[in-house]
């Protein structure tokens, strides 16, 4: 599976509607399940927010040309027509709407089968003392299709994650992903801390399978020292630069007092797709017992023996390639969604998402998330229930709360996967 390659264009959207108001309802799904659909999504947006002062701040957006439908101009091209807004809720269950904004795109293309990253900005007002959520929806008001991501907008002093905005080293467009492949120079924007020098700590990677979601232990946090230790100095333009390096992340924050800070993170060159025979081999050991592993893991031909052990389970060639598609499908998607400083396949809601599937709903709470497989009020629904672990690196770190009960539905998915059933 191969990352596509895309042709960035740079469009800088304006807010044409604002609004702000009080007890105002506003059109909340309370199912989440949409945000990991992966590829269910026909419309892929990705979004971030930058803070470039105390007072502003900038949401960013990515969109892809290809997934937008483009009406003929009558001899001058093709243009698509897209409506992107924001939503500012206090908090994830909230229906108190404390502001909005939206603008119209039109891209024009010279045929109807452009594919580019279509990229823009909408800036948008800030409470200095206090947190938001976010929900950034964009509609391609040709298709009528649409897609929303959700942000947690955190407030605070210059020197908060948000506050650092990693950006390419040609053009100055911004990078979506805090994840970057080795032996990679990022360039940093921080223009609240222009000319300051600031702490870098690197990190080695952790190489760790979560325990089932039965056990009576949850995994480790981050408690592995730094390897080094460093200065680096922000620019009088508000402009960091970072090398990756090897595989691991790097943390810069603006001193000792605090822990709050930027973090970039590098895992395998292949990442977040699969594409060796070993990056198919590790999430493996969900469903295969040690020896099975170590038996494939020391053959000579590695990606064979996957293939092989495939077969043996699905019985013929299109079953099985069926089951690899969808396999790695959701190991790629875990990867997407669930990274944090180790690939998201090797995390609680990775393994539960791979062993699994998609649940049939997602509900999220502050600190939290519940995921349901089965009618919500049905007594025989699995629900897991992920809390978030407060840490400084990334936010996106959310641990299963283990029930031994869950022991035989484990059981049972693993061996359907086994025995040639896919959940």
């Keep these: 599976m191969n990352a596509l390659r895309l042709w960035p264009f740079f ?11 009080e007890g105002t309802a506003a059109r909340t799904r309370s199912d989440m399940s949409y945000l990991y659909s992966g590829g269910d999504r ?8 930058h803070h470039e002062s105390n007072e502003r701040s900038v949401i960013y957006f990515k969109l ?34 404390l502001d909005s904004a939206s603008t119209l795109i039109k891209d024009r293309a010279e045929g109807p089968d452009s594919d580019q990253e279509l990229i823009g900005s909408i800036p948008m007002r800030r409470a200095r003392d206090r947190d938001l959520v976010l929900r950034i929806t964009a509609h391609d008001l040709y298709r009528e299709q649409e897609s929303s991501v ?11 994650r948000q506050y650092f905005l990693p950006v390419a080293p040609t053009g100055g467009l911004p990078l979506f992903d805090d994840h970057q492949p080795p032996g990679t120079e990022v360039r940093v924007r921080c223009e609240a801390l222009a000319g300051q020098t600031l702490i870098a700590e690197r990190h080695l990677p952790a190489y760790r399978l979560p325990p089932p979601v039965f056990s009576a232990n949850s995994p480790s946090g981050l408690a592995n020292a730094p390897d080094s230790v460093f200065l680096v100095k922000v ?7 970072l ?69 043996d389970a699905f019985g013929e060639r299109d079953r099985a390639r069926q089951a690899i598609r969808t396999y790695y499908g959701r190991v790629e998607n875990a990867n997407r969604y669930f990274t944090t400083w180790i690939e998201g ?46 840490q400084p690196f990334t936010d996106n770190d959310l641990v299963l709360d283990r029930d031994p009960t869950f022991k035989g539905a484990w059981y049972r998915n693993v061996e359907s996967w086994r025995n040639g059933r896919v959940y």
């Design 11 to 21: 469009l800088v959207a304006l807010p044409i509607v604002q609004g702000c108001g």
């Design 42 to 49: 026909t419309l892929r947006l990705e979004a971030r927010i």
């Design 64 to 97: 892809h040309t290809a997934d937008l439908l483009y009406k003929s101009t009558g001899g001058e091209g093709f243009h698509s027509l897209v409506e992107l807004r924001y939503e500012a809720f206090p908090s994830w269950n909230s229906k108190e709407l």
């Design 150 to 160: 959700l942000l947690e907008v955190k407030h605070g002093p210059p020197g908060g």
């Design 235 to 241: 620019d009088a333009d508000g402009l960091l630069t």
């Design 243 to 311: 090398n990756t390096g090897s595989a691991g992340f790097l943390h810069v924050r603006s001193d000792t007092s605090t822990m709050e800070g930027y973090t970039l993170f590098t895992l395998s060159e292949a990442y977040p797709y699969v594409r060796q025979g070993t990056d198919m081999l590790a999430p493996l050991r969900y469903i295969t017992s040690m020896q099975e592993y170590d038996n494939i893991r020391q053959a000579d031909n590695v990606r064979s023996q996957v293939e092989a052990f495939w077969l």
């Design 345 to 390: 396949w090797r995390t609680d809601r990775g393994m539960v998402h791979i062993i699994f599937g998609p649940p049939n709903s997602i509900h999220r709470g502050t600190n939290s998330e519940t995921w349901t497989y089965g009618e919500a009020s049905s007594l025989m629904s699995l629900n897991f229930v992920f809390v978030r672990r407060e």
